[in-house]
């Protein structure tokens, strides 16, 4: 099975401050790096990498080279990336000693999505494919629908959380992945606890608790537990689990090896600093698994 990702791609651009800068102050970054974001584009990445064939739907800018090749260095099909006007997204990302950060993201060529282009994408996706959508590109929505209409498995990461965004896609939706604090607004904002989200499947990832997976028909849960490890970056930990709980469902796994092998996935992932780059190879998974 193949899963289609419909997501953001970010240079995430990346300052090492010496404290964060106060209004009006001009600062001199420590250290400057460049790297691969976006949540779509993260989970594009741990997804191709834990095996699955990974298409991955979205925009970058006319003269972006490096992001293509960056993606399809980690395995993803960027053939059904377009080409617009706009810069491809980014974020500028300060970091001080704390480990703290602060962000801006510039949308960029993430918001010039065009639907009839995901259409046609998905016009040649089969029955049973898996469609993953998070909260960071336009026509979310609208994408589900074309997903459910064709019979694919939809994935949704209601990320970054937008309560009206997440209530509009419930319909639409075979699988809901949150955080504990977007599970926690989902039932504080919408009054909603989670045994009545309508929705066929509810995921929530708990840190270092690990993830439970609800099945909202019968009300079965089933957990797995974190794996302990000495954390250096959890940035892009959700990121990886749903990527690499994609790829083990489109080899048929069940849910519980699909939980495991997301949970394996996710340990290794936050052992290292950087969100798409340090997502695990299949051999890395499969080792860990042993
Ligand atoms: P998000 O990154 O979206 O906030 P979480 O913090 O819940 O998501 O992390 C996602 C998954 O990553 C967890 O379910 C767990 O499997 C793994 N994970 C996160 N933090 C740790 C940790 N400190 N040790 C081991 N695994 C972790």
């Known amino acids: 099975m193949t899963v289609y990702n419909f997501g953001s791609i970010n240079r995430d651009l990346i300052h090492e401050v010496p404290h964060m800068p106060a209004p009006g102050e001009t600062l001199a970054a420590k250290r400057y790096s460049v790297g691969l974001g976006g949540k779509g584009a993260n989970q594009?990445?741990?997804?191709?990498?834990?095996?699955?064939?990974?298409v991955h739907i979205g925009a970058v800018g006319q003269q972006d080279t490096w992001s293509l090749a960056q993606l399809e260095g980690f395995g993803v099909?960027?053939?059904?990336?377009?080409?617009?006007?706009?810069?491809?997204?980014?974020?500028?990302?300060?970091?001080?000693?704390?480990?703290?950060?602060s962000i801006v993201i510039q949308h960029g060529a993430n918001a010039e999505q065009s639907l009839e282009a995901v259409e046609a994408v998905l016009a040649k996706a089969n029955s049973g494919d898996i469609l993953l959508l998070q909260n960071e590109t336009p026509f979310t929505e609208e994408t589900a629908k074309l997903g459910r209409n064709r019979d694919l498995f939809v994935?949704?990461?209601?990320?970054?959380?937008?309560?009206?965004?997440?209530?509009?896609?419930?319909?639409y939706i075979d699988l809901l992945v949150m955080n504990r604090g977007e599970c926690e607004e989902l039932e504080r904002r919408n009054k909603m606890p989670l045994a009545d989200i309508p929705v066929p499947h509810v995921l929530v990832t708990l840190g270092a608790d690990g993830a439970i997976w609800r099945d909202q028909s019968d009300g079965s849960v089933t957990h797995v537990a974190a794996r302990k490890v000495d954390a250096v970056d959890t940035t892009g930990a959700g990121d990886c689990f749903t990527g690499v709980l994609a790829a083990a469902l489109s080899e048929g796994k069940n849910r519980k090896q699909a939980?495991?092998?997301?949970?394996?996935?996710?340990?290794?992932?936050?052992?290292?600093?950087?969100?798409?780059?340090?997502?695990?190879?299949?051999?890395?998974?499969?080792?860990?698994?042993q």
């Open 77 to 101: 099909d960027v053939s059904q990336i377009r080409r617009v006007e706009a810069e491809t997204g980014h974020a500028v990302i300060y970091v001080d000693p704390t480990g703290e950060n």
């Open 259 to 289: 939980l495991e092998m997301a949970s394996a996935a996710a340990a290794i992932q936050v052992t290292r600093p950087g969100a798409a780059p340090a997502m695990p190879t299949r051999d890395e998974i499969d080792a860990a698994l």
């Open 155 to 171: 994935i949704y990461s209601a990320a970054p959380f937008e309560p009206d965004a997440v209530s509009a896609m419930l319909p």
């Open 44 to 54: 594009s990445v741990a997804c191709a990498r834990a095996g699955a064939k990974t």
